[in-house]
């Protein structure tokens, strides 16, 4: 295993981070591991050096976190070795069948425990501290940003429970870089904490990050800590195969959709020709471009075998020349903004 800086901070993470949000209970959703199986993946992870476990309290309502705490006691994972992030804004439901993640702000279900008010930034950390078995959190991200409450209330309340030893660290995810920037200026402006990781949808199909959220990271020293490098599995199959996950997952549909399969497939095509010309996998290929970029710190990856495992980090192994990077990204084509 390889370990860099999280940005410009003192923390020190694995180059590749353990995704947890297919791990806690298939009730949820179809493609999710059971938590005896969940335990062993985490704990083989561990075992090859990953320090860097990445969660959040929507995935499988609260049951990854779990499962993620479990296998830390059990396995007497070492608190200060390693790195735990979580991430909070939507809401976790008491019904396993119910996706917190498909329910709209004016469900009544969801009233105080979605989005970022400074009530439910308290509420759900403490939540996540009493499923995940810990003290603190190394990694707070927000999972969203909230149109509806005040920056300044949610940047305050995020400042408030770091001061407070829950958290070490703040982040955000998938939001647009103008909304990112503007948090982080509100935070400087009033001598809060700041956001120092960002985890975003960056891979060989969606590079709409370049434009203006890397720029800004580069500059920042702020950690890139992407997820799906390998677009939920595409880049790891040829054009046209398709997983479990694949047929079920509504994301996936909704974030790879036909009106960019041509080109998709032109890129995914590519990921092949590379991966056959360098003897590895081709979710190598697509993940060792991912992680050649400068702002990236670490990379999620999503494990549900252990030879995925295997492969991802062999993955730090290869090199791509400039010949293959030109290769590979010859074939993109701007398109839509993933909506947020």
């Not at 309340?157 to 103008?178: C, F, N």
């Not at 360098?278 to 060792?288: D, I």
């Not at 192994?317 to 701007?334: G, I, N, R, S, W």
Request: with cysteine; hydrophobic share 40%.
């Amino acid at each position: 295993m390889e370990y860099t800086r999280l940005g410009n901070t003192g923390l020190t993470v694995s180059k590749i981070a353990l995704g947890c949000m297919s791990y806690g209970s298939s009730q949820w959703a179809s493609w999710v591991k059971d938590e005896d199986e969940s335990l062993e993946l985490i704990k083989k992870a561990y075992d090859q050096g990953i320090n860097f476990f990445d969660t959040a309290d929507a995935y499988a309502n609260g049951a990854s976190e779990k499962v993620l705490g479990a296998a830390i006691k059990k396995f007497n994972l070492a608190r200060s070795r390693i790195v735990v992030a979580t991430k909070l804004f939507f809401p976790v439901m008491d019904d396993m069948n119910v996706n917190g993640f498909t329910l709209g702000p004016n469900d009544p279900r969801t009233v105080n425990a979605r989005g970022l008010s400074r009530k439910h930034i308290f509420d759900a950390v403490d939540a996540s501290l009493e499923r995940l078995g810990l003290e603190y959190i190394d990694l707070l991200y927000i999972h969203r940003f909230d149109k509806t409450t005040p920056i300044e209330e949610t940047m305050e309340a995020l400042h408030d429970i770091v001061k407070s030893g829950k958290v070490r660290y703040i982040g955000a995810s998938s939001m647009y870089a103008w909304q990112f920037v503007r948090m982080n200026a509100v935070a400087e402006k009033n001598g809060w904490t700041q956001f120092k990781a960002m985890q975003n949808l960056y891979n060989l199909i969606y590079r709409e990050e370049e434009r203006e959220m890397i720029p800004y990271l580069i500059d920042q020293g702020i950690g890139q800590v992407p997820w799906s490098p390998l677009a939920r599995g595409l880049l790891a199959r040829p054009a046209g195969e398709t997983s479990q996950r694949h047929q079920v997952d509504h994301a996936v549909r909704s974030y790879f959709d036909e009106k960019s399969a041509e080109n998709d497939a032109a890129i995914i095509t590519r990921v092949a020709e590379v991966a056959d010309k360098k003897n590895v996998p081709m979710s190598q290929v697509a993940l060792a471009w991912v992680l050649k970029n400068p702002a990236v710190s670490s990379a999620i990856v999503g494990i549900s075998k252990e030879s995925h495992l295997m492969d991802a980090i062999a993955t730090l192994k290869v090199k791509l020349t400039d010949e293959e990077v030109a290769l590979l990204e010859e074939p993109y084509m701007p398109r839509h903004l993933i909506p947020m």
